[in-house]
C-alpha cells in the first residue's frame, strides 16, 4: 500500500518537500529521505483493534509504501499513521486494501478522521500536526517542557523536540510548537 501524507513542521513550502531530517539530524540517510514512520491498519469495526503494522523510512515527497501479509488484501482497515513527536492520525472512514491500494491524506483535512490535520501549503497541501514529544496524544505544556529542556542545552541530532527537522532543538521548534499547544490539538480517534 502506497501511503502519502507530509509532517507539519517537516514541510518546506520553499521546496515543497519535507525535510531530510535523518540527514540533517545524524548524517544517515540520503536527501530524499525524511524520518522513520509507523503505518498500521486497524479493524474497521469497534474496538478498532491493530491488525497490522508497517515501520519504514518516509521519502521528503510523503511517500511511504508499506508491506502488509497477503491476508490484509481484500479487507477495510483505518489507517494509522504516526511518527515520533506526530499527532496519531486516523483515515476519515476505513479503506479497502487491494493489492495496489493507496490513500493520500495530503489532499484535504478531510481525508483524516475529524478533519484532524493542517493546511501548510496556504493552497491546500494538509499535514499531520507534530509537537508531540511524550506521545499521550496532546500538544501540551508537557513537550513545552521537554522542548526547552533541549533549546537551553544547545541540543543537536535526532531529537524528538526537533520539530522542524532541521536537525538543532531552537526557536523555529518552538514555532511548530506554539500555535498546536494554543490550539489543543491533539489525537481524533474513531
Not at 521519502?59 to 499513521?81: D, E, K, M, R
Not at 493507496?102 to 491546500?124: E, K, L, M, P
Not at 517542557?145 to 532541521?166: L, P
Request: aromatic residues 12%; hydrophobic residues 35%.
Amino acid at each position: 500500500m502506497l501511503a502519502t501524507f507530509v509532517i507539519q513542521g517537516y514541510y518546506d513550502v520553499n521546496t515543497s518537500a519535507m525535510q531530510p531530517v535523518l540527514l540533517n539530524s545524524n548524517g544517515v540517510g540520503s536527501s530524499s529521505e525524511a524520518d522513520n514512520v509507523t503505518v498500521e491498519l486497524h479493524d474497521a469495526t469497534f474496538p478498532y483493534a491493530l491488525a497490522y503494522t508497517f515501520t519504514g523510512v518516509q521519502g521528503i515527497n510523503g511517500q511511504i509504501t508499506c508491506t502488509y501479509p497477503g491476508a490484509a488484501v481484500g479487507n477495510s482497515y483505518y489507517i494509522v499513521l504516526k511518527g515520533r513527536n506526530a499527532i496519531e492520525t486516523w483515515s476519515a472512514a476505513p479503506v479497502a486494501i487491494t493489492s495496489s491500494s493507496s490513500y493520500d491524506f495530503t489532499t484535504g483535512a478531510g481525508q483524516a478522521y475529524g478533519a484532524n490535520q493542517i493546511d501548510v501549503s496556504g493552497s491546500g497541501l494538509y499535514a499531520i500536526y507534530n509537537g508531540d514529544v511524550n506521545q499521550d496524544g496532546v500538544v501540551d505544556g508537557l513537550d513545552f517542557n521537554d522542548w526547552e529542556t533541549d533549546n537551553n542545552n544547545f541540543a543537536s541530532g535526532y531529537m524528538t523536540t526537533d520539530f522542524n527537522g532541521d536537525g538543532i532543538v531552537d526557536g523555529l521548534d518552538f514555532l511548530v510548537w506554539e500555535p498546536n499547544n494554543n490550539n489543543f490539538v491533539g489525537m481524533v480517534t474513531p
